[in-house]
């Protein structure tokens, strides 16, 4: 399976990194080995400032390629949390000449992913979503502020890759994203619903 993952799909949050607001949907993946493992995320040694990207997932169900905004949610059944864990200093320095962000985006545990719940469950036009860090809210997110709609990011993406069951697509983070130091304790919130949470060592 892949991930696919969409940058700066908040405006405020292309803003607090000074980026512009796009006019196509930013894309990167992470590898299956990206996945977290168990409930500790481990610092990476090569990074003094790994941030936190909390961000909904959804799930693809069908294999599928050119496929319509209009057909796009027969793709996919359910949808989760995620974090996009990235380290933002390396990510700076590849981003000023131009590289690719892949070092540090898509290592080993960047990728945090819940369980998964029946989409029909929930509004995903109007989905709330948050981000508990040591008690304290740190991001808060709704879908219905997302620049590019679950069912645009699945017609763009699959102009390009072919989408297999079990992909998952990160769906970008809203304002708030922030560095995790030792210890801290990440909870994450589907409306009401306690989708994971993690420590981080
Ligand atoms: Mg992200």
């Not at 390396?90 to 992913?113: I, N, R």
Request: charge should be negative; hydrophobic fraction near 40%.
């Amino acid at each position: 399976m892949k991930i696919i993952c969409i940058g700066r799909n908040y405006v405020e949050h292309a803003k607090e990194l000074g980026n512009e607001v796009p006019k196509e949907p930013v894309i990167f993946m992470k590898p299956d080995t990206a996945i977290l493992k168990g409930k500790d995320f481990y610092i990476p040694e090569f990074s003094q400032d790994i941030h936190y990207e909390l961000e909904v997932v959804l799930k693809i169900s069908k294999g599928g390629k050119y496929i319509s905004e209009e057909n796009a949610p027969q793709y996919f059944n359910e949808i989760g949390l995620g974090i996009d864990f990235t380290a933002r200093d390396l990510q700076s320095k590849l981003k000023e000449k131009g590289l690719p962000w892949e070092l540090a985006k898509a290592f080993d545990g960047s990728a945090v992913v819940s369980n998964f719940y029946e989409k029909d469950k929930f509004d995903l036009n109007n989905l709330n979503f948050s981000l508990i860090k040591n008690k304290e809210e740190v991001q808060n997110g709704n879908t219905s502020l997302m620049i590019f709609s679950p069912e645009k990011i699945i017609a763009f993406v699959s102009k390009y890759f072919t989408l297999k069951t079990g992909d998952l697509i990160f769906t970008g983070t809203p304002k708030g994203v922030g560095k995790v130091v030792e210890n801290d304790i990440l909870e994450a919130f589907l409306e009401d619903e306690k989708a994971f949470d993690i420590r981080i060592q």
